[in-house]
């Protein structure tokens, strides 16, 4: 990858009283940066970063997303060092960039960085690059300031935009954002909406979906997806029954009687050659489709599945019917094995897990619950596997504990405790564990 635009900016004086609101989508970014350090980070500086997690656990519940990115920074720090943060470092870690999720080729954008909680002001120096596979060269600009614009280059495709935000030569945080660059995007999504309003069932949800995103993304609405809109544009321009056919990532609209699910899709592919396993994996509360694809481990579940040549879905796991849903489209679409079909959920997702397995019995042929309790209920399980951090909210823990020591007499389970784990990082640090449980109890089907 090479890069194809640089600015060079110094950064000087930021007013403390500047803060702007920080969001989901910047509570994201964050996150997946410290999924990356997590997985490379020994016991001992994991011990140091979970209680910044946990308290970011706690402000996206109640909703402070400031509060949610100031913790996510800090708990990064405390992966890379036991000592203090300079306050060069505070406030690069205070600061956000905005900038479009999407522009036209040889668009001029602005890119703007921002402090999202309070932080002393500091002198950096920032380094913006627009990174293609291609090769296109663009401007350079240097200059002091906080906001810059820079003409894209003229050829679309996706794009990676790296901010280095560095002191004296030190390096000390990089920001990274995706970028998509689609020539006559207006054109374009009208004609997916043209296409949609022909078009029925599954093809016509999926299309008026893309469309509202392409839209939303177009006006500056957060996007809380890295999936590459380029996919999405070239896609529309194809029919339905090649999507099914095509491996890879896929983001879909499944229609019911109840509504729509919208869905995260990983196709292997040998399905090509017939038959495979699937997984459908629920988030938690306030999460979305996108979870088990691009965070709780930076997208370990798909590689976990990728590598058994195995169907994932991730549902909203809240939308009415969700599981029901895609089962039905999978069995109905998908190259499936029907008897090595597995279910797991992390927090409310793990909870809708052992609910969905005592609705439909004999469905499942083994299931997973992540950082999750069992409300009880009638009918019998498939083998269970449990997982909880140690340093999980306590009643959660408590719940989980319960829920293993109630079901060990009546199911085949596998109880799992991690010590520096809590409620986000469980899910990246068990899914190894997990699909091994998985691989089991697909050979005895």
């Not at 996510?72 to 479009?100: C, H, I, N, V």
């Not at 069932?201 to 893309?210: D, I, K, N, S, V």
């Amino acid at each position: 990858m090479r890069v194809t635009s640089v600015a060079l900016l110094g950064l000087f004086v930021w007013s403390i009283a500047c803060c702007q609101a920080a969001d989901r989508r910047e509570a994201g970014i964050r996150l997946r940066a410290l999924e990356q350090k997590w997985e490379t980070s020994g016991q001992e500086a994991r011990g140091r970063a979970v209680p910044f997690i946990s308290n970011a656990v706690m402000g996206f519940f109640s909703g402070q997303f400031n509060r949610v990115c100031e913790n996510l920074s800090r708990a990064q720090f405390a992966l890379e060092s036991s000592g203090e943060a300079t306050t060069e470092r505070k406030y690069a870690d205070s600061l956000a960039l905005s900038m479009p999720r999407i522009a036209e080729p040889g668009q001029e954008i602005e890119f703007k960085l921002g402090s999202i909680f309070e932080a002393p002001s500091a002198n950096l120096t920032v380094r913006i690059e627009v990174l293609a596979l291609d090769g296109t060269q663009a401007h350079s600009v240097s200059g002091p300031t906080l906001v810059h614009k820079m003409r894209l280059p003229d050829q679309e495709g996706e794009y990676r935009v790296k901010v280095i935000l560095s002191h004296q030569g030190a390096r000390l945080r990089d920001i990274h954002q995706p970028l998509s660059v689609i020539s006559n995007l207006e054109g374009r999504i009208a004609k997916i909406r043209e296409k949609a309003g022909n078009r029925e069932g599954f093809e016509a949800a999926t299309l008026r979906m893309w469309a509202e995103e392409l839209e939303n993304s177009r006006e500056g609405r957060p996007n809380e997806s890295a999936f590459p809109l380029t996919v999405l544009v070239a896609r529309a321009e194809k029919s339905a029954d090649d999507w099914l056919r095509e491996p890879g990532d896929h983001w879909w609209a499944i229609p019911s009687e109840r509504g729509v699910v919208r869905s995260r899709v990983f196709v292997p592919e040998q399905a090509e050659r017939g038959v495979r396993p699937l997984v459908v994996a629920l988030h938690g509360a306030g999460g979305n489709e996108h979870m088990f694809f691009e965070s709780l481990g930076v997208g370990k579940a798909v590689r976990e599945a990728k590598e058994r040549g195995w169907y994932l879905i991730a549902p909203v796991a809240n939308a009415p019917g969700s599981v029901e849903t895609v089962l039905a489209f999978a069995k109905k679409n998908l190259k499936i094995s029907e008897p090595r079909v597995f279910l797991i959920g992390h927090s409310m997702g793990g909870f809708m897990t052992l609910d969905a397995a005592r609705k439909m019995p004999k469905t499942f042929a083994a299931i997973g619950a992540i950082a999750a309790g069992d409300r009880g209920g009638q009918g019998e399980l498939p083998p269970l596997f449990l997982a909880v951090g140690e340093q999980e909210i306590g009643m959660l823990r408590q719940q989980a504990k319960a829920a293993a020591e109630n079901l060990k007499s009546k199911t085949t389970l596998e109880f799992k405790t991690y010590p520096n784990s809590e409620h986000l990082m469980i899910v990246a640090d068990c899914l190894p564990d997990l699909f091994k449980f998985l691989d089991k109890h697909m050979l005895a089907r």
